[in-house]
């Protein structure tokens, strides 16, 4: 019988395939939470042109931009690791998942530059 | 055999189908969810007056509600399905689902509520 020596055991497991499902389910998870915390942070916009102000001075000092372009490469690796799924699941794309994984965590890479490019632009920068 | 496995014997081929449905959709939405409150806004962060402006156009707090069904949709179908593989037995999958489906309902009226508002916004 197979005995697992440590917590967790990567013998059978270091695949780039493997890793792939592991990081897909952690962003997944990682998304749904955001989208809940993003609801809730945008329904207090809808109290006025004051507060409306005051939450987005709030939310586009540099900390906030900075965690947003994390936020944009969560959303990216986890929409073209889907864009992987669905060709392996529809378009008999398990022959070559791996070259398709590079390939298209590739482009969310250069798509990831051009949006934190333009996240970044929006900081405003508390007038000294 | 287990007799947990009892519980998962409806297969959930729809709700799997359904994931990745809702996921090209998604794709899509999400990219247009990104531009128009990037993009659209010319170089800088969204103002009150973009909001006020946007109200105007039919497609655009639709393209935020269909955004917000389908990522709710999408998300709480992802975790079930990753609940999905640690739970067994009737009353906890319930009892998950049942939670779920709260949430679910919760931000959905939420996130409902912000968009009828946000684009009915009293012009200052």
Same mark, same amino acid.
């Given at each position: 019988?197979?005995?697992? *020596?440590?917590?967790?055991?990567?013998?059978?497991?270091?695949? #780039?395939?493997?890793?792939?499902?592991?990081?897909?389910?952690?962003?997944?998870?990682?998304?749904?939470?955001?989208?809940?915390?993003?609801?809730?942070?945008?329904?207090?916009?809808?109290?006025?042109?004051? *507060?409306?102000?005051?939450?987005?001075?709030?939310?586009?000092?540099?900390?906030?931009?900075?965690?947003? *372009?994390? !936020?944009?490469?969560?959303?990216?690796?986890?929409?073209?690791?889907?864009?992987?799924?669905?060709?392996?699941?529809?378009?008999?794309? *398990?022959?070559?998942?791996?070259?398709?994984?590079?390939?298209? #965590?590739?482009?969310?890479?250069? !798509?990831?530059?051009?949006?934190?490019?333009?996240?970044?632009?929006?900081?405003?920068?508390?007038?000294? | 055999?287990?007799?947990?496995?009892?519980?998962?014997?409806?297969?959930?081929?729809?709700?799997? &189908?359904?994931?990745?449905?809702?996921?090209?959709?998604?794709?899509?939405? &999400?990219?247009?969810?990104?531009?128009?409150?990037?993009?659209?806004?010319? =170089?800088?962060?969204?103002?009150?007056?973009?909001?006020? %402006?946007?109200?105007?156009?039919?497609?655009? $707090?639709?393209?935020?509600?269909?955004?917000?069904?389908? %990522?709710?949709?999408?998300?709480?179908? =992802?975790?079930?399905?990753? &609940?999905?593989?640690?739970?067994?037995?009737?009353?906890?999958?319930?009892?998950?689902? =049942?939670?779920?489906?709260?949430?679910?309902?919760?931000?959905?009226?939420?996130?409902? &509520?912000?968009?009828?508002?946000?684009?009915?916004? $009293?012009?200052?």
């Amino acid at each position: 019988m197979y005995k697992r *020596t440590r917590f967790y055991d990567f013998t059978y497991y270091n695949f #780039i395939g493997s890793w792939a499902w592991v990081l897909h389910r952690l962003s997944g998870l990682a998304l749904i939470f955001y989208l809940s915390l993003h609801i809730w942070v945008i329904n207090s916009l809808t109290h006025g042109e004051a *507060t409306f102000n005051h939450v987005m001075t709030f939310l586009n000092g540099a900390p906030f931009k900075l965690l947003e *372009t994390g !936020l944009w490469g969560v959303i990216l690796f986890h929409a073209f690791n889907g864009v992987r799924i669905v060709i392996v699941d529809f378009f008999k794309g *398990t022959l070559v998942q791996k070259k398709l994984f590079i390939v298209l #965590i590739a482009v969310a890479f250069v !798509l990831w530059a051009l949006g934190s490019y333009l996240i970044l632009q929006h900081v405003q920068w508390r007038a000294g | 055999m287990n007799k947990d496995f009892k519980q998962t014997s409806r297969s959930g081929s729809v709700a799997w &189908l359904l994931q990745r449905i809702s996921a090209v959709i998604l794709f899509i939405l &999400l990219l247009l969810h990104f531009i128009s409150y990037h993009f659209l806004s010319q =170089g800088r962060a969204v103002s009150y007056q973009y909001i006020v %402006a946007k109200a105007g156009s039919w497609w655009f $707090p639709l393209l935020q509600f269909a955004f917000l069904i389908t %990522a709710l949709y999408h998300g709480l179908n =992802g975790v079930w399905s990753v &609940l999905e593989d640690y739970t067994a037995g009737k009353f906890w999958r319930l009892f998950w689902y =049942g939670l779920l489906l709260t949430v679910g309902a919760a931000l959905l009226f939420v996130g409902t &509520l912000t968009i009828i508002k946000l684009y009915t916004l $009293p012009v200052a």
